[in-house]
């Protein structure tokens, strides 16, 4: 029998960006399951590009599993959300072709910061964390009525752990992050694989 892997595909909430690599939710999952977890996650990335990069970054590592967060970014670039989801949908068809177990991750929130001293990258911070809140809402009902594993990644957040851009997590983001990982795996990584 195939030794159990991982692959996390996704953007920048993946990738960790703003934290070292060892401190990111994936490297401390992995430590956590002592299982063997693949990042492929790249910074500022949408989902028609982890799509296409799915045969290289997930397929090619022949893992059990694969983790696909995504859609942030699309949304920073006003991309439909159906389309978001079809993209999904189109990731998961993939894994399920090639005997991957597909985990759908709900992405974390965008927290708004109140305070005007704050340079945000972002120009109407508002209704990007409106967008992203319905995003969160379609992706947890399209995983339930296709019957795809999800993760959600944004269980227990708080503001203080982002850094100060309020979109990507900090240290204890990631750990928080990590557990919710691990929870949400645990009913899979408990079945066995033929």
């Given amino acids: 029998m195939n030794k159990k892997k991982i692959v996390c595909l996704g953007d920048s909430l993946t990738a960790g960006y703003g934290v070292s690599l060892d401190k990111r939710w994936s ?12 990042n492929s996650g790249i910074s500022g990335d949408t989902t028609s590009g982890m799509l296409a990069r799915f045969n290289e970054m997930v397929i090619s590592h022949k893992p059990s599993y ?36 597909a985990v759908i991750g709900i992405p974390t929130s965008f927290y708004t910061h109140n305070d ?16 992203i809140n319905t995003y969160q809402k379609k992706l947890k009902q399209f995983a ?5 594993s999800s993760i959600d990644f944004n269980i227990n957040m708080k503001p203080d752990f982002f850094l100060e851009d309020g979109l990507h997590p900090n240290e204890k983001g990631h750990e928080c992050m990590a557990t919710n990982a691990n929870e949400g795996l645990k009913d899979l990584l408990s079945k066995k694989r033929n």
């Fill in 27 to 38: 490297n401390l999952l992995d430590n956590e399951l002592n299982i063997e977890v693949i």
């Fill in 144 to 148: 339930e009525e296709d019957g795809q």
């Fill in 66 to 101: 694969v983790i696909i967060m995504g859609g942030t970014n699309d949304i920073f670039f006003k991309i439909p959300q159906n389309i978001i989801i079809s993209h999904i949908l189109a990731m998961t068809r993939l894994a399920k072709h090639h005997d991957i177990t």
């Fill in 116 to 131: 005007h001293t704050n340079q945000s990258m972002f120009s109407d911070n508002e209704s990007l964390s409106n967008c």
